[in-house]
């Protein structure tokens, strides 16, 4: 039988994990909780992190593939827009190829990132026309992600006109449209993983109580939770708080440093990475974490400021 979407409900899959009180740990102290009475030893590790070729934008798919080869990163997320892997454009919308590509690499791709901020696909627009091609846009890159064998593509609420003066109307457009969509990747065999973004980015959900809503409106196993960690920070928050209110919910992770915003390569920003780093660690997170690079100023040198990144996460694992 197919689950269905539930609204403002509580099922076992969606409760909280909670972890025994951690000691207080100052920045220089090593990540090893395993001294910790009553905690279960697990480390962080390095195949857990993954790169992303967004900040690859200025270069060809190949050059970025060839590029994780010469960092030795095993895993990416990958993110679709031109010039690489994309559906707007025929020419560029070869999965099969991709997916070939990265297999002879040896690499492996943990989650497809749609782009959904640069371009104008918003799946809450108050233009018909407009959200009904971002729903079919995003329907396209669902069936994409199977196609790779990727098992989650990452999905945001969109926004609603920010002078629009009834922005529960934009709340209910952003709602239904995140219902079809994880129907649609439930049948695809994908999880959705539901980012929160920042104020200026989205109006609907950009801190933690609208992102408490929306994974309250939609409780379903394929809808589940991404999230980053400038917007966290930006608003006063730790992953910790995260991790309490949304436990295993919480499928994915976007580590980027800032100022407290920017994403820029970790260890460029004044974000405390080791404190976020022990919160993983302390709720025995396990799944991916990529290291996010927004920032436009590295757009003619992604390479350096990927290894950047990982060497900053190398130093502390």
């Given amino acids: 039988m197919t689950p269905a979407i539930t609204r403002r409900q509580t099922s076992a899959w969606s409760k909280p994990f909670r972890s025994p009180k951690p000691e207080i740990y100052s920045r220089e102290m090593s990540l090893d909780i395993s001294r910790v009475k009553g905690t279960k030893a697990m ?8 790169a992303m070729n967004m900040v690859y934008n200025r270069y060809s798919f ?10 030795n990163i095993s895993n990416f997320e990958l993110w679709t827009g031109a010039p690489h892997l994309n559906c707007m454009f025929e020419t560029m919308a070869d999965a099969a190829s991709v997916r070939k590509a990265v297999r002879e ?15 104008p696909y ?31 593509m990452l999905c945001c609420a969109g ?15 952003s709602v239904d449209a995140l219902g079809e969509m994880t129907l649609h990747a439930e049948k695809a065999g994908v999880t959705l993983a539901f980012e929160i973004l920042q104020p200026t980015e989205s109006n609907l959900v950009h801190d933690f109580a609208s992102t408490k809503h929306m994974m309250e409106e939609i409780v379903h196993p394929n809808f589940q939770l991404c999230v980053d960690t400038v ?11 995260y991790f309490e209110a949304f436990g295993s919910r919480i499928c994915h992770l976007h580590l980027t440093d800032g100022t407290p915003v920017g994403h820029v390569p970790c260890g460029m920003g004044n974000m405390d990475i080791a404190a976020q780093l022990r919160d993983m660690q302390r709720y025995q997170y396990e799944k991916y974490i990529t290291l996010e690079i927004g920032d436009t100023s590295w757009a003619a040198e992604p390479e350096h400021a990927t290894q950047f990144g990982f060497d900053t996460i190398k130093r502390f694992l």
């Avoid at 480390?43 to 993954?50: C, K, M, V």
């Avoid at 690499?105 to 371009?119: A, I, N, S």
């Avoid at 009904?132 to 990727?150: A, G, N, Q, V």
């Fill in 122 to 152: 918003n799946i809450a627009a108050v233009n018909p026309e407009l959200r009904r091609k971002s729903l079919d846009y995003f329907h396209r890159y669902i069936d994409m992600t199977s196609e790779l064998e990727i098992d989650k």
């Fill in 105 to 119: 690499r040896g690499l492996h791709m943990v989650c497809l990132t749609p782009e959904q901020v640069m371009y």
């Fill in 159 to 173: 926004w609603g006109d920010y002078d629009e003066p009834d922005k529960q109307s934009a709340w209910k457009r």
């Fill in 62 to 71: 190949s050059f970025f593939l060839d590029s994780m080869q010469r960092l």
């Fill in 231 to 241: 917007p966290v920070r930006r608003e006063g928050k730790t992953l910790a708080d």
């Fill in 43 to 50: 480390s962080i590790s390095l195949q857990q992190f993954a």
